[in-house]
């Protein structure tokens, strides 16, 4: 995939199909849409590019509130290539570029330097200064310039309008299940593997602790999890919370990877999501954690399919 960062690395003349978003988590919504413009590109013998923006809009235009993508840049643009985009160009989003007024966004950016003669837009999508371009202004512009522009219809799942707003509040909520329905594959978070409290260690349950930064998170509770080590998938329980048991003062990822036994300090590994498990609580002493474990992880292998150990 040819991943391009600014307009002045646009070929010109060309007369192109454009797809724009945040793409915030690549969704079942956002899939639709760029296979759609693909294929109306391929059908017409034009070039199609996806646009998107870095950082995300609203790491610029909220940073007092408490944004968290659903995924990186890299694993956006990784999953973006997996559904057969060539061409992505990747607008730096700024205060300045925030102010522009839409008409100039539309007739000087995607017209003028894109050479966008057919827009593929979602169903909710607003653009420019003030978010005060609409569906309605884009199609004003369209005869006006003579373009195309082609709407995409609310995605729904159970019931449901698929967008990235909502999975974030699915996965906050731990609704593991529907978040994964709605990306079409299971939410996850990657991390370094740091050293931890390291009691996992001696009650025979020896955890993985993951750093995840400022990625979104499950709530607190435990969750059935791959986990993938260097390209490889091993199933996994996943604990995200404070340990009461022992009394952390702050929320830890940790991880015990089942059938596995492997130095991974220093590693960057990946959680993936598959359900919520249960929640979090405290147990009278050790023994009684231990018990629970043990029960867990048959629920665990059960889930996933996988033998049973023995105890």
Do not use: C
């Not at 309008?161 to 509040?169: A, N």
């Not at 249960?278 to 954690?289: I, P, Q, T």
Request: aromatic share 10%; no cysteine; net charge negative.
């Amino acid at each position: 995939m040819n991943i391009i960062y600014t307009l002045e690395d646009i070929s010109l003349p060309a007369e192109r199909h454009v797809t724009i978003g945040n793409f915030d988590g690549m969704h079942i919504g956002h899939k639709r849409l760029i296979q759609d413009m693909l294929a109306a590109a391929r059908a017409a013998s034009r070039p199609g590019i996806v646009t998107t923006f870095s950082p995300h809009p609203m790491e610029v235009l909220a940073r007092d509130k408490a944004f968290q993508r659903i995924e990186s840049d890299a694993e956006k643009f990784a999953l973006m290539e997996q559904i057969g985009v060539e061409t992505l160009l990747v607008l730096p989003f700024t205060p300045e570029f925030a102010a522009m007024p839409p008409e100039n966004f539309i007739r000087e950016t995607l017209y003028g330097q894109l050479g966008m003669r057919h827009l593929f837009v979602g169903h909710d999508w607003t653009f420019g200064r003030a978010a005060e371009g609409d569906f309605s202004l884009v199609e004003r512009m369209a005869a006006e310039l003579g373009f195309s522009v082609t709407r995409l219809a609310p995605v729904m799942i159970e019931n449901e309008i698929v967008s990235s707003s909502r999975i974030r509040e699915l996965v906050r909520a731990g609704n593991i299940r529907l978040a994964n329905a709605m990306l079409e594959r299971p939410f996850t978070v990657s991390g370094e593997v740091v050293k931890g409290f390291q009691r996992g260690r001696t009650i025979g349950f020896p955890t993985a602790n993951l750093n995840p930064g400022d990625r979104l998170l499950p709530r607190v509770g435990g969750y059935i999890t791959y986990a993938e080590v260097e390209g490889r998938m091993y199933g996994a329980m996943t604990n995200i919370g404070n340990n009461p048991t022992f009394g952390n003062a702050h929320v830890t990822v940790e991880t015990y990877i089942l059938d596995f036994d492997a130095d991974i300090y220093g590693k960057t590994i990946r959680l993936h999501f598959v359900d919520f498990l249960s929640e979090e609580r405290k147990f009278d002493g050790v023994d009684a954690l231990k018990s629970h474990l043990r029960q867990v992880e048959r629920d665990v292998r059960a889930r996933l399919g996988m033998t049973v150990s023995s105890f």
